[in-house]
C-alpha cells in the first residue's frame, strides 16, 4: 500500500513554456502533499506544501508564481513550472502524507524536467 | 528550526561487510521521529527505517539497525552483510512537532559496495 504516482516521469520543454507535473496517491487519501526539487548528488529541498482544498504554503526563496501548487482532491496536487527557463531544470519529486502511518511521508518516482 | 547532520559524503564497503553512516540532529521539539531514506540510481526514495524518539529501543529491519542516543542526537544506521544493491544515496530525516508531515533531510552520504 501507499503508492504514489508522478506524471510525466520525464518532460522537455522549451524555455517560456509551462509544464505541469501530476502527483497522485493511488491507494489512499493524502491530507497533505509535499513539493520537492532536487539537483544531482545533492539533498531534497522542500519546494511546497500543500493541503487538499487550501493555498500552498511555500517555503523561503521559492517563487509563488513560477511554481503553481494545485491540491484538488485528496488525492491529486499539480506542479506547474510557468515560464520555464534552463535553470529551472530539475529532479522534481513529490510525496503525500496520511496513510495508514500518519506522520510517513510516501514518494513519487519523480520527475525529471530539461529546459531547453 | 531543525537540522539534520550528515558529515560522511561518501562511504565504502566491501560485499558482506559492514558499514555505519552517521547522522546527527538538532530539534527543541519533545515529540519527533527520525528516518534514513534509500535513494538508488533510479531516484525513487524508499524507506529504511524509522524510528519513533520516544521509543528507548532501536529500530531494526533486517539487515539494517539503527543506534538512537536521544541525548546526543544522534542516529546513526549500520548495514550489515552488505550487499551490492545496498548501493545508493542514504538521506537521514527528521520529522517533528506540529508539523510532524514536514521532513527536514540531511545532506546524503553516498555508499559504494565494493565487490
Known amino acids: 500500500g501507499a503508492v504514489v504516482s508522478q506524471h510525466p516521469s520525464w518532460v522537455i520543454c522549451k524555455s517560456g513554456t509551462s509544464v505541469k507535473i501530476e502527483c497522485r496517491s493511488l491507494d489512499f487519501q493524502a491530507t497533505t502533499m509535499f513539493w520537492y526539487r532536487q539537483f544531482p548528488k545533492q539533498s531534497l529541498m522542500l519546494m511546497a506544501t500543500s493541503n487538499e482544498g487550501s493555498k500552498a504554503t511555500y517555503e523561503q526563496g521559492v517563487e509563488k508564481d513560477k511554481f503553481l501548487i494545485n491540491h484538488a482532491s485528496l488525492t491529486l496536487s499539480t506542479l506547474t513550472v510557468t515560464s520555464a527557463h534552463p535553470e529551472d531544470s530539475s529532479f522534481y519529486i513529490c510525496?503525500?502524507?496520511?496513510?495508514?502511518?500518519?506522520?510517513?511521508?510516501?514518494f513519487g518516482p519523480g520527475t525529471r524536467l530539461t529546459v531547453t | 528550526a531543525q537540522t539534520v547532520t550528515q558529515s560522511q559524503p561518501e562511504m565504502s564497503v566491501q560485499e558482506a561487510e559492514t558499514v555505519t553512516l552517521s547522522c546527527t540532529y538538532d530539534t527543541s521539539e519533545s515529540d519527533y521521529y527520525l528516518f534514513w531514506y534509500k535513494q538508488p540510481p533510479s531516484r525513487q526514495m524508499i524507506l529504511v527505517i524509522r524510528?519513533?524518539?520516544?521509543?528507548?529501543q532501536n529500530a531494526t529491519e533486517n539487515r539494517f539497525s539503527v543506534n538512537f542516543q536521544k541525548a546526543a542526537k544522534s542516529f546513526s544506521l549500520k548495514i550489515s552483510d552488505s550487499q551490492l544493491g545496498d548501493a545508493a544515496m542514504y538521506f537521514c530525516?527528521?520529522?517533528?512537532?506540529?508539523?510532524?508531515?514536514?521532513?527536514?533531510f540531511g545532506q546524503g552520504t553516498i555508499l559504494t559496495v565494493h565487490p
Open positions: 524510528q519513533e524518539a520516544y521509543k528507548q
Open positions: 510525496s503525500a502524507a496520511g496513510g495508514i502511518v500518519s506522520y510517513e511521508q510516501y
Open positions: 530525516a527528521l520529522a517533528g512537532g506540529t508539523s510532524y508531515g514536514k521532513l527536514t
